[in-house]
């Protein structure tokens, strides 16, 4: 179940939102329209781009390397 508040509704319960947002999607409204749920997606997406980033630094691949290797596994795909 996602759980709707308004941007007031958020600001002045905000503790109790993060709450709710660890068990299910929480939406901010701007006048009943979604506000903060394609920033948060966003924000979620650079996120793990930055995770991954620093995963691969651990492990030594390049960013070079990835891509020559998923080029070379997609290009040999029978499609």
Do not use: C
């Amino acid at each position: 179940m996602t759980i709707k508040v308004s941007i007031a509704e958020a600001k002045s319960d905000f503790a109790k939102l993060l709450k709710y947002a660890r068990e299910e999607p929480v939406i901010i409204t701007r006048r009943g329209n979604p506000d903060a749920v394609q920033r948060l997606r966003r924000l979620k997406a650079h996120l793990s781009m930055v995770q991954l980033s620093r995963e691969l630094e651990q492990t030594g691949v390049t960013v070079t390397e990835l891509y020559e290797d998923s080029r070379r596994e997609l290009e040999g795909r029978p499609w």
